[in-house]
């Protein structure tokens, strides 16, 4: 099970650090991607990072603000976020694959999701 942690409400500009963490099992070798949701919208993907943290990928619109990271030895994924602006708000899932490839082309373990707010 997956579950992300760490929102919250924020000013535009300003930072958090959201966490996923995986319990019952670990994330072994497995790449961990974060997605977002806004009220009205599709889910979206913001990053992903493969098993060892040596790969990552990001969506166009968080490149240079957003950094995907991992702990495998506390089996926790990062996702840091500077420069938040209004149009971050959203519900922010992370998920894993059952494949241990890279790039992930599914993701199959869903998490619950952490709010983040961010006032204009």
């Known amino acids: 099970q997956l579950q992300a942690s760490g929102g919250g409400l924020v000013q535009a500009g300003g930072s958090l650090r959201l966490s996923c963490a995986a319990s019952?099992?670990?994330?072994?070798?497995?790449?961990v991607g974060w997605f977002r949701q806004a009220p009205g919208k599709e889910r979206e993907f913001v990053a992903a990072?493969?098993?060892?943290?040596?790969?990552?990928s990001y969506a166009e619109s968080v490149k240079g603000r957003f950094t995907v990271s991992r702990d495998n030895a506390k089996n926790t994924v990062y996702l840091l976020m500077n420069s938040l602006k209004p149009e971050d708000t959203a519900v922010y899932h992370c998920?894993?694959?059952?494949?241990?490839?890279?790039?992930?082309?599914?993701?199959?373990?869903w998490g619950q999701g952490t709010q983040v707010t961010v006032s204009s």
């Open positions: 998920a894993a694959p059952i494949s241990t490839g890279w790039p992930v082309k599914d993701y199959e373990y």
């Open positions: 019952g099992r670990t994330l072994g070798y497995r790449a």
């Open positions: 990072i493969n098993w060892s943290g040596g790969s990552t």
